[in-house]
């Protein structure tokens, strides 16, 4: 094996290549290499195809020509010398690795598909990392000569003699109720999770204590999120992974939870999180690694920065110390302004009504929605906002005051349910007419990078490909109204900005309006108009009151938190630090919406 530096990467997704299906290993066929008589790719007997990265020129025709999307060829404009870690010839490999920090939390930020799981089982002890070399045994005497005189020499020697304890807050909180055997409760669940008998300290940090005779079965998705930070906090441990620890929690939780796995950190252990929004991000990590490269492909963990340094870069594009472009363009924060400049169109309005439960009630007050337009939704969890996007897709009727928009509603829900034997392609054909046009490929198929799912079932897809499937699904439907409960959840920061994109366009094309309930504030800073806030008491009355301007919607809400946001030079909003010189400002100006 070739142990320079490769100027070219080349991978071959092997549950999509069919040789029997595309004429017989077509691939083979229109390789420049292989016609002047060279052994570029190649199979042997009926057994699939792979590629010589040393042959391979980059012409990218192989990968233009599959019919099945399965081959990527990646020229490289850096020198990434071997990886830390690949599965097998023109499979994923990794390159470097995140290392974690005694009493500070590490965020990664970066696409999925990039190789944090790789890079956890290398951490954790579980995968010893084969340097590239794959068809070699890989030993940890190995891996600890290679980085010998380096920060990651102790660390893995502390691995190879088991003393790192990992616990880990999976991604997919969604299938923890399948996981669980019988019809356990949230308290029985997490007393046999509790190693560290600090099962009252957690449950109170938490605020879990009332859900506690609950089935797992029956726990709302913010509701799961905080039992499986529990559980994990609970594990005997010296080094916590957090994937994705804020998805489903309003802003208030997110910044608990933050706090939450800050402390974990300051009683001396190390932690690694992983953190698509922003905002909180940035709250929570001391340090940042950013991840790039192509996901299912490669990926690449840059050198660690600090975190404000870091995100910087992220949206910028470009990693300064290794001096490369993974990104040609800057993600941008536009500033909003309170009114749109052109009259808004009514669509619809809606009366005062009302809607009870055992122990709950709901009261909204008189709205209406324009053409054109998003609202965003937001207020802390069980303060109805779900209810209210059920009652407005009919799934729910009201107590008092009449509701029936009579319009269409495309509505998606927070539980997406993943057990289809549908491929995505069936069923977006389902919903849409236009399936395969040229307009649908633009406005919904390429923003939320669905070509490569249309053959996957629903029931393989992941959390981020599930969520983005359902977001299209909603798009394609023929609809007055999209009402979408959560829709970043599970995406990262750049399917998020794709989402809103894709979003805004269906909204702008067909002249409609959405409904967006999230608690990304970065995400709905993008992309709405306007902005609902449900005020009242978690779990026993929700009060919705009339959209209002962007300023003065967040400004209800961050008001109602304690906290204010400024932004950076790049437009990048922040939490400013409590009881800051800048927070006190303005809060005394009562502007917590940016200054």
């Given amino acids: 094996m070739k142990t320079d530096a490769r100027q070219r990467i080349a ?83 990794l390159h470097r690795l995140p290392l974690p ?37 890989a030993s940890w005497q190995g891996i600890i000569d290679h980085f010998k005189g380096k920060e990651a020499q102790a660390f893995f020697e502390k691995v190879s003699a088991g003393k790192i304890q990992v616990a880990v807050k999976p991604q997919n909180i969604d299938m923890i109720p399948r996981i669980v055997k019988g019809k356990k409760t949230l308290e029985q669940l997490l007393r046999e999770a509790d190693e560290t008998n600090s099962f009252d300290q957690i449950i109170k940090s938490l605020e879990l204590e009332k859900i506690l005779d ?24 010296n080094f916590f992974f957090f994937d994705e620890p804020t998805s489903y929690l309003d802003i208030k939780q997110r910044i608990n939870i933050a706090k939450f796995i800050r402390e974990i950190s300051e009683k001396g252990n190390s932690v690694i999180a992983v953190e698509h929004d922003l905002i909180i991000l940035d709250y929570l990590s001391d340090f940042v690694h950013l991840m790039y490269g192509k996901p299912a492909a490669f990926g690449i963990v840059s050198q660690v920065k600090t975190t404000k340094s870091g995100i910087n870069e992220y ?48 009261e909204v007050k008189k709205g209406r929605l324009n053409k054109d337009e998003v609202v965003g939704i937001i207020g802390q969890n069980a303060t109805g906002k779900t209810t209210f996007a059920k ?17 269409k509603v495309a509505y998606k829900p927070q539980q997406l349910k993943s057990d289809s034997k549908e491929t995505v392609e069936e069923f977006l054909r389902g919903k849409s007419k236009e399936f395969g ?25 992941s959390g981020g490909e599930l969520q983005r499937t359902a977001i299209a699904g909603s798009l394609s439907q023929d609809a007055d109204i999209l009402l979408m409960d959560e829709p970043s959840a599970h995406l990262d920061v750049e399917q998020r900005l794709n989402a809103t994109k894709a979003i ?20 709905l800073d993008y992309l709405a108009d306007r902005i609902m806030f449900f005020d009242g008491v978690p779990s026993e009355k929700g009060i919705a009151n009339t959209p209002f301007g962007m300023e003065e919607g967040m400004n209800a809400l961050l008001k109602s938190l304690g906290i204010t946001l400024r932004r950076e030079r790049n437009g990048r909003p922040r939490i400013n630090k409590l009881d800051s010189v800048l927070d006190r400002e303005q809060k005394k100006k009562g502007n917590y919406y940016y200054s």
């Fill in 504 to 523: 805004r366009s269906i909204v702008n094309t067909k002249n409609i309006s959405a409904l967006i309930i999230d608690h990304d504030l970065v995400f």
């Fill in 214 to 237: 609950r089935k797992v079965e029956n726990l709302s998705g913010g509701e799961l999120q905080r039992a499986a930070v529990a559980a994990a906090a609970m594990k005997k441990s």
């Fill in 437 to 461: 046009t040229p307009q649908y490929q633009s406005d919904i198929m390429h923003p939320l990078e669905l070509e490569h799912l249309l053959e996957k079932r629903i029931d393989t897809l």
């Fill in 391 to 407: 009652i407005v897709a009919g799934l729910l009727d009201s107590d008092k005051g009449k509701f029936d928009l009579k319009l």
């Fill in 101 to 137: 920090k005694e009493k500070s939390v590490v965020g990664l930020i970066g696409r999925n598909g990039l190789g944090k799981s790789t890079a956890l089982k290398m951490l954790s002890g579980k995968l010893i990392p084969n340097l590239g070399l794959f068809d070699k045994k």
């Fill in 11 to 93: 991978v071959i997704n092997y549950d999509k290549c069919n040789p029997k299906k595309c004429g017989g290993w077509y691939c083979e066929g229109v390789c420049p290499v292989n016609r002047t008589g060279k052994q570029c790719i190649i199979h042997s007997d009926e057994e699939k195809p792979n590629i010589s990265e040393e042959l391979c020129i980059g012409c990218q025709i192989c990968q233009a020509k599959c019919p099945f999307e399965a081959i990527s060829i990646i020229n490289l404009s850096i020198k990434l010398g071997l990886p830390i870690h690949q599965y097998g010839k023109n499979l994923f490999r």
């Fill in 315 to 362: 949206i910028e594009g470009y990693s300064k110390e290794e001096n490369y472009r993974f990104r040609n363009y800057a993600i941008e924060f536009p500033e909003k302004t309170a009114e749109k400049s052109k009259k808004p169109l009514k669509l619809v309005e809606w009366p005062a009504f009302t809607k009870t439960f055992k122990g709950f009630s709901l």
